[in-house]
């Protein structure tokens, strides 16, 4: 079977490095081992829907969720009573060794270069674009980083990942999952049927119902709930005297204007003073956390000058982040908060004013800065991130 062959091959070819970054985010070998054979099964079961030219990316986001969220789970959870005694566990000298804080003692340049090549298997130009660095810098940071982490690699434990083992699971979980569909589809069919008979009753007998929702209006298509956000951010949040927004045409973008794309909506603008341009993206995601974190939480590379403060009632966490010096003084800053209904807000604001149509709605950190700072400060985009209504 052409699916279980290609993904058999997946698994071959990745299982190694999926461990690897597994145990950077969980600093077990066991548990890392556990979370790949969690994320792979989970890959299967999604593999007809993941495009093939971007499965890689697919498999560090399902890899980074599960070990999210198996770190939630409380000790009593992850343990599971069995009617035999395993087997004797296999001693692994290399559990003494804390590759996190291996990885912490290289400088943040290095660190970033060895990650993005070596753990998320990057190319050296891909590694280059986006920490805004030469070729040639990137392949002598990783050579120095690598160097210092070899020792630790070599006494990782032996792979215990079988793809057998993960298809087989897989199949199964498939198998459950297309039956609960098809119960749902079936309960679905019977509702439906009921409904147009009951909506074909003469008038009299429906007195007092409505197809208007108790809300007073009815459910709307995603197509207006952009226009409804657009409408909110453009009524609660004013740009600052001397800042006009600008179209973003070379990603067919209308400035502020929401839209849906990657499971997210997005709004953008390329933003505009007497001194030059920026630019500036937001988007809405859901999430299972509450809350946004702390700075020391955060995935984004490098963050600076990072303060969590409280506002308008929310949690929000705000930094920026530059290029290395001598490339290009490219600035980036953040804001992200959560909605009390799970929206994750993030906002991102630049001195480049190019827009990424690789990334979409992100600053092309390949083009060369157009001002010193991004035309909006922490103040702002706190604001925009904060702006009442702003949610899913």
């Not at 147009?196 to 007998?205: C, F, I, N, R």
């Not at 505009?272 to 700075?295: F, N, P, S, Y």
Request: aromatic fraction near 8%; include cysteine.
């Amino acid at each position: 079977m052409d699916r279980d062959r290609e993904f058999g091959e997946f698994v071959d070819a990745r299982a190694l490095v999926m461990r690897r970054t597994a145990y950077l985010l969980c600093g077990d070998w066991h548990r890392a081992e556990d979370i790949v054979q969690t994320a792979l099964i989970k890959l299967y079961v999604a593999w007809s829907r993941v495009r093939k030219d971007s499965v890689d990316a697919y498999a560090r986001k399902v890899l980074v969720r599960t070990a999210i969220d198996e770190s939630r789970r409380g000790f009593f959870q992850r343990e599971r009573s069995v009617d035999v005694v395993p087997e004797p566990a296999v001693t692994d000298d290399s559990a003494d060794f804390d590759l996190r804080q291996a990885l912490d003692a290289l400088p943040p340049g290095q660190r970033a270069v060895v990650v993005l090549r070596y753990w998320e298997d990057l190319s050296i130009t891909e590694t280059a674009r986006i920490l805004g660095r030469t070729e040639g810098t990137v392949k002598s940071q990783a050579a120095k980083g690598l160097a210092a982490l070899r020792e630790l690699l070599e006494d990782e434990p032996k792979l215990r990942i079988y793809r057998s083992e993960v298809i087989r699971k897989g199949k199964t979980k498939l198998a459950r999952r297309r039956t609960a569909i098809a119960t749902a589809m079936a309960f679905v069919v019977m509702a439906g049927l009921g409904t147009a008979g009951y909506l074909a009753l003469p008038q009299s007998a429906t007195t007092g119902f409505s197809s208007v929702d108790s809300g007073g209006s009815k459910p709307k298509p995603a197509a207006d709930r952009n226009a409804q956000l657009s409408a909110v951010l453009r009524a609660n949040y004013q740009l600052p005297p001397g800042i006009t927004e600008e179209d973003v045409p070379e990603i067919n973008a209308s400035a502020f204007g929401f839209r849906e794309r990657d499971g997210k909506r997005w709004a953008v603008a390329r933003l505009r003073d007497a001194q030059g341009v920026g630019g500036v993206t937001i988007w809405l995601e859901h999430t299972a956390d509450r809350e946004i974190g702390t700075c020391e939480d955060s995935f984004e590379f490098d963050l600076k000058d990072c303060r969590v403060e409280v506002r308008n009632g929310l949690k929000v966490r705000a930094g920026a982040y530059q290029s290395a010096p001598g490339y290009g003084d490219r600035v980036i800053w953040i804001a992200e908060t959560v909605q009390p209904n799970g929206t994750k807000v993030v906002v991102r604001t630049d001195n480049i004013g190019r827009f990424s149509q690789e990334l979409w709605g992100k600053a092309d950190q390949s083009g060369a800065p157009q001002r010193s700072a991004p035309l909006l400060d922490r103040e702002e985009l706190i604001k925009i991130a904060t702006t009442p209504g702003l949610n899913l």
